[in-house]
């Protein structure tokens, strides 16, 4: 079934850590978007990817790093984790690298991280 | 700054409408968007405005009207599994996507 694979489902991590989400995708789609999602707000770019071997910063890119060597995977990777990183974090996808019509977003799951 | 207001939370009937308003302020505007989340899934996409007017798909239409900022989405012969959160974003002129906070709409029996 195509779609976008995240992994882990869930995880809890000590401060410190270093975690990477993982985030595949078989629709070919040419932009990867990465945001965290926490009660109360609107969603949260953290980085994004217009095309493999590109990426960018997006709203709050501090304490996160990432990279697109090919157009399938996007991982994200927290160097330290900090309590202030716990939320929800979702993959998403689009076919468009730039934005063009509606370029609708696909999403993933999502990775709910605790950070304790 | 750049917002998006929506209300929090909503209670509507089953087989009623209801309306779910969003005003933004962004720096320029390239097309809103209506996301349906159901909890602890992701979101789904629902509909896509950029020019005024209201666009219709089956139960749900979007309204836009830019000079005021201002959209809303409605639902029409409201079903248990329309209980969701309701998610407006609004694509700047960077084409960056602002989103709101989302809309938490119940639907009782």
């Known amino acids: 079934i195509a779609g976008i694979t995240q992994a882990p489902t869930s995880q809890i991590l000590a401060a410190g850590r270093r975690m990477t989400l993982r985030c595949t995708q078989d629709m070919r789609h040419n932009a990867m978007y990465w945001y965290r999602q926490d009660l109360g707000l609107g969603l949260r770019l953290i980085h994004y990817?217009?095309?493999?071997?590109?990426?960018g910063k997006g709203e709050v890119p501090d304490g996160y790093s990432v990279s697109r060597a090919n157009t399938d995977d996007f991982p994200l990777t927290l160097a330290s984790a900090v309590p202030s990183q716990t939320s929800v974090y979702f993959c998403?996808?689009?076919?468009?690298?730039?934005?063009?019509?509606?370029?609708?977003?696909?999403f993933g799951a999502g990775s709910r991280l605790t950070v304790l | 700054g750049q917002n998006i207001d929506q209300p929090t939370e909503m209670t509507a009937t089953e087989g009623a409408i209801v309306q779910i308003n969003c005003t933004y302020q962004?720096?320029?505007?390239?097309?809103l968007f209506w996301y349906q989340q159901h909890a602890g899934e992701a979101p789904t996409f629902l509909s896509y405005?950029?020019l005024d007017g209201l666009e219709e798909k089956g139960r749900f239409s979007s309204f836009l009207s830019r000079s005021k900022g201002y959209s809303y989405l409605l639902l029409k012969e409201l079903q248990m599994k329309d209980s969701a959160s309701y998610l407006c974003?609004?694509?700047?002129?960077?084409?960056?996507?602002?989103w709101g906070a989302g809309t938490k709409l119940i639907i009782k029996p």
């Open positions: 962004t720096s320029g505007f390239n097309g």
């Open positions: 974003a609004v694509r700047d002129s960077n084409y960056q996507l602002i």
């Open positions: 998403a996808t689009a076919i468009g690298g730039e934005p063009s019509g509606a370029n609708v977003l696909t």
């Open positions: 990817s217009n095309t493999a071997g590109t990426t």
């Open positions: 405005n950029v």
